[in-house]
């Protein structure tokens, strides 16, 4: 599992351990259980915080999004 320290962007699986959709946001807080909280930069639910399991979380780095769209 990945181990995010606040201030890290990540996006959001579509399901645990699934592909990344275009939901982006900001760690703000760690919490117990391999909980984090995550300020939501864009999407429906921008500019709120979510709590999410790190299994539906996914590093930026590792997010290859193909700008391109048809």
Request: proline letters at 4%; aromatic letters at 12%.
């Amino acid at each position: 599992m990945y181990l995010f320290e606040r201030g890290d962007i990540v996006y959001i699986r579509d399901f645990p351990m699934g592909k990344p959709t275009r939901i982006k946001g900001k760690v703000v807080g760690v919490l117990p259980n391999d909980f984090y909280n995550i300020l939501l930069t864009n999407g429906m639910n921008a500019d709120t915080i979510r709590r999410y399991k790190s299994f539906k979380l996914i590093d930026e780095r590792d997010v290859y999004i193909d700008l391109e769209e048809n």
